[in-house]
């Protein structure tokens, strides 16, 4: 199972990685939330879409080398963490940004980070 979920959640890191990168004012313009952190920045959108590339990278080759698995998890984890004080200091709203947030960054940051722990055994 830990083998599905880095491949998987390795895969989505990876697609949103260029999505960032290639198409960096659709990806802006359609992800709920986005608009509201601020104006555009073509630098910064490229800069987290080269953490999600290495990211994304990282949980597939750790599905050999569960080091690097875990390694790869952190910055994830740490952004997932992050959004959590968003979500808070939003005034903890149930509405799509909190759904965005739990489906595209919370659920992968902590399903990867787990699997990438427990390939340790393997």
């Known amino acids: ?11 989505a ?3 949103n990685a260029l ?14 939330g986005i608009t509201m952190m601020g104006p555009f920045n073509l630098h910064f959108i490229r800069d ?10 990282g949980l597939i080759y750790g599905i050999r080398n569960s080091g690097i698995a875990v390694f790869a998890a952190v910055w ?3 952004h997932a963490v992050y959004h959590i004080f968003i979500f808070f ?14 489906l595209l960054i919370q659920m992968p940051a902590w399903a990867s980070l787990w699997a ?6 393997d």
Not at 1 to 11: A, D, E, F, N, Q
Not at 19 to 32: A, G, K, L, S
Not at 92 to 97: E, R, S
Request: aromatic letters at 20%; hydrophobic letters at 60%; zero cysteines.
């Open 1 to 11: 199972m830990s083998r599905i979920i880095l491949w998987l959640v390795g895969l």
């Open 13 to 15: 890191y990876i697609i």
């Open 19 to 32: 999505v960032m990168w290639f198409i960096p004012h659709f990806w802006y313009e359609t992800v709920p």
């Open 48 to 57: 987290i879409g080269l953490a999600y590339l290495v990211g994304g990278a």
């Open 76 to 78: 994830p984890a740490f």
């Open 89 to 102: 200091g939003r005034g903890a709203p149930l509405d799509a940004i909190f759904a965005i947030n739990l």
């Open 116 to 121: 990438a722990w427990s390939r340790r055994w």
